[in-house]
């Protein structure tokens, strides 16, 4: 009976916390939305808000999981992205198309599983090239660098193939953002702090949810360098440096990916 009663309890404080950051959630969604609205207007300076909406988009993002909205998360990683590219085209737009998805989130509208991908897909994308148009806007590639120079030089390797790319910093998001939305190939820098790509990929092709998902390690390490033994035989090798693109179009061509 005590176990039933503490449970009880566990699950009201529970919906307290939930109902408590839709409240807060939905506050910042509003404030970002009037921040974009001042800025597209010129009352306040593109920059400055700017740098406040990606402040709060990054707080989104890491309670969103937290609090059990996982799906906040998902769209606020795809939302810092998009922020990154202020001289896109209807950028402001853009801005409160995001807000509104993740409102709907709060309001209980989201996809069931399997479907999280088409979803994330339908929302605003910037892109590195100027007048870009996907070839293949059914592939998404989730892009795993630290350094985000060296990401939005990949990225535009990638966007020239005609791909849709997210890039995330960190494999442990990485990790939850591909079992969740499972993209069509991930490449992942061999070193990334707290938790390395090559054990990013390792974990990814052993998982039942990931494990068809094309996999690359982006690395400067030779073949039998030991920090890549026993990476699975289906994980591409791409060179960092003159050979990347080389590499690139080998790995695609290896993967399956056209």
Not at 47 to 56: C, F, Q, S, T
Not at 62 to 71: A, D, I, K, R, T
Not at 161 to 176: H, M, Q, Y
């Given at each position: 009976?005590?176990?039933?009663?503490?449970?009880?309890?566990?699950?009201?404080?529970?919906?307290?916390?939930s109902?408590?950051?839709?409240?807060?959630?939905?506050?910042?969604?509003?404030?970002?939305?009037?921040l974009?609205?001042?800025?597209?207007?010129?009352?306040?300076?593109?920059?400055?808000?700017?740098?406040?909406?990606?402040?709060?988009?990054?707080?989104?993002?890491?309670?969103?999981?937290?609090?059990?909205?996982?799906?906040?998360?998902?769209?606020?990683?795809?939302?810092?992205?998009?922020?990154?590219y202020?001289?896109?085209?209807?950028?402001?737009?853009?801005?409160?198309?995001?807000?509104?998805?993740?409102?709907?989130?709060?309001?209980?509208?989201?996809?069931r599983?399997?479907?999280?991908?088409?979803?994330?897909a339908?929302?605003?994308?910037?892109?590195?090239?100027?007048?870009?148009?996907?070839?293949?806007?059914?592939?998404?590639?989730?892009?795993?660098?630290?350094?985000?120079?060296?990401?939005?030089?990949?990225?535009?390797?990638?966007?020239?193939?005609?791909?849709?790319?997210?890039?995330?910093?960190?494999a442990?998001?990485?990790?939850?953002?591909a079992?969740?939305?499972?993209?069509?190939?991930?490449?992942?820098?061999?070193?990334?702090?707290v938790?390395?790509?090559?054990?990013?990929?390792?974990?990814?092709?052993?998982?039942?949810?990931?494990?068809?998902?094309?996999?690359?390690?982006?690395?400067?390490?030779?073949?039998?360098?030991?920090?890549?033994?026993?990476?699975?035989?289906?994980?591409?090798?791409?060179?960092?440096?003159?050979?990347?693109?080389?590499?690139?179009?080998?790995?695609?061509?290896?993967?399956?990916?056209?």
């Amino acid at each position: 009976m005590a176990r039933a009663v503490n449970q009880a309890q566990l699950d009201k404080i529970l919906a307290e916390l939930s109902s408590e950051f839709i409240g807060i959630a939905t506050d910042v969604l509003r404030e970002i939305e009037d921040l974009a609205r001042q800025a597209n207007s010129g009352k306040i300076k593109r920059e400055d808000a700017i740098r406040k909406i990606g402040r709060e988009a990054h707080s989104l993002k890491g309670q969103g999981g937290s609090f059990g909205f996982g799906n906040i998360t998902l769209v606020a990683h795809r939302f810092e992205d998009f922020l990154g590219y202020p001289n896109a085209a209807n950028y402001w737009d853009g801005v409160v198309a995001y807000v509104d998805r993740m409102a709907k989130i709060l309001d209980g509208e989201f996809p069931r599983e399997g479907e999280v991908e088409r979803v994330l897909a339908g929302l605003p994308q910037a892109f590195e090239l100027d007048d870009n148009v996907l070839e293949h806007p059914d592939i998404e590639v989730l892009l795993v660098v630290e350094s985000m120079t060296q990401g939005h030089l990949i990225r535009r390797e990638l966007e020239a193939c005609g791909f849709r790319v997210t890039i995330i910093a960190n494999a442990l998001d990485a990790l939850a953002y591909a079992v969740r939305v499972q993209p069509r190939l991930v490449l992942a820098s061999a070193m990334l702090p707290v938790m390395s790509g090559t054990d990013l990929l390792r974990a990814l092709r052993a998982m039942a949810a990931t494990g068809k998902v094309a996999c690359a390690v982006l690395t400067s390490m030779s073949a039998d360098d030991p920090m890549l033994r026993g990476m699975p035989a289906e994980v591409a090798l791409i060179r960092k440096g003159s050979n990347f693109g080389d590499d690139l179009a080998m790995a695609l061509s290896k993967l399956g990916i056209a």
